[in-house]
């Protein structure tokens, strides 16, 4: 079981869009449609933001969405505003009640 | 509105067994719904399953630590615990207890607001 693969920063100006990958293998997240996505603003716990690759629990913005293809499944957020600036992890289920995640990904919003 | 919170030593050891609790508050640990995980985010690092239980006592581990810990449940508490054995510099970390809502979901809806064990003499 290896950790999924995500960039350590991307960035982006207010009002634009960015993508956040996570590649895995073909026994997590290729395997399954079942990613999710968290964000982690400094000093506090993870929240969920994307489930099941594209899915919104209430409350989270239209402007967060996920999508898959193949190993790498991304996490899109556009219309960036500053309270997006924060850390972002990819997890996936990696079948036999087990789960792996991904390095982070440090946002900044300039 | 459900909320967990973690509990234990702060400071542990190395070589020494690390003990943690999560007390669930605004409902039941032992619902038949919901499972529940814990896991940790290493200093700069990322986020780390360490494994999850259902009330009933069954536990499914991080096959990289599984030699090593040990989830279990208090259903007269409301919580569940971990122990994490032989510790050292490496397993500090905040470790987080969390649930997965369904045993269909698969992912975790809730967190606590994370503990931080570190492990020094």
Redesign the interface.
Known sequence: ?S?LT?PPSVSGSPGQSVTISCTGTSSDVGG?N?V?W?QQPPG?????MI??VGNR?SGVPDRFSGSKSGNTASLTISGLQAEDDADY?C?S?AG?????????TKLTVL | QLQLQESGPGLVKPSDTLSLACTVYGGSISSSDNYWAWLRQSPGKGLEWIGTTYYTGTTYYNPSLKSRVTISVDTSKNQFSLRLSSVTAADTAVYYCARKARAYDYQHDQWGQGTLVTVSS
């Open positions: 079981q950790a995500q399954y079942r999710s968290y506090t716990a993870p929240k969920l489930y099941e629990p992890y997890s289920y036999s009640n087990t789960w792996v995640f991904g390095g982070g």
